[in-house]
């Protein structure tokens, strides 16, 4: 069984829910990333990706001085980093993403990581790993 902690990036930056759209997108550019985690107070409380930013920021017409909190998905999807990877590509392809927040533990929650497909793709093993590999990217063109 490969874990999550053998394939996902340990401590990723994250944004303050304060910070701004452009903030965001630059941030974004400079790290070579299409996502970010944005938090409060330290805590976890969305994500912001480049789709976000191009279909909630730049289609709606907003400032890029707006909050990123305006345009962020609220719902947080995570996992927890002695994850079988196994059943965490399951997770992305049942939720139609391909990153995930990494946490620590159920107990403690403590924000560690992100997961991305790409990140498993790297260390994939196998033939039936490949395969979920495909099903969790199915949906993108």
Avoid: W
Avoid at 87 to 101: E, G, H, K, P
Avoid at 109 to 138: E, H, P, Y
């Amino acid at each position: 069984m490969m874990q999550v902690r053998e394939v996902m990036t340990g401590k990723p930056e994250y944004l303050d829910v304060s910070a701004s759209i452009l903030e965001a997108s630059q941030r974004m550019r400079d790290a070579g990333r299409g996502f970010t985690p944005i938090a409060e107070k330290e805590t976890i409380v969305g994500v912001v990706t480049d789709r976000d930013i191009a279909v909630r920021a730049v289609a709606e017409g907003r400032s890029p001085n707006e909050k990123v909190s305006t345009i962020l998905t609220g719902k947080v999807l995570y996992c927890f980093q002695d994850d079988d990877v196994k059943d965490v590509l399951q997770s992305m392809q049942t939720n139609d993403v391909q990153r995930l927040i990494v946490l620590n533990n159920e107990k403690n929650k403590d924000f560690v990581g992100v997961v991305t497909v790409g990140d498993i793709a790297d260390k994939c093993q196998d033939d039936d790993m490949a395969r979920r590999i495909v099903n969790a990217s199915r949906h993108y063109y």
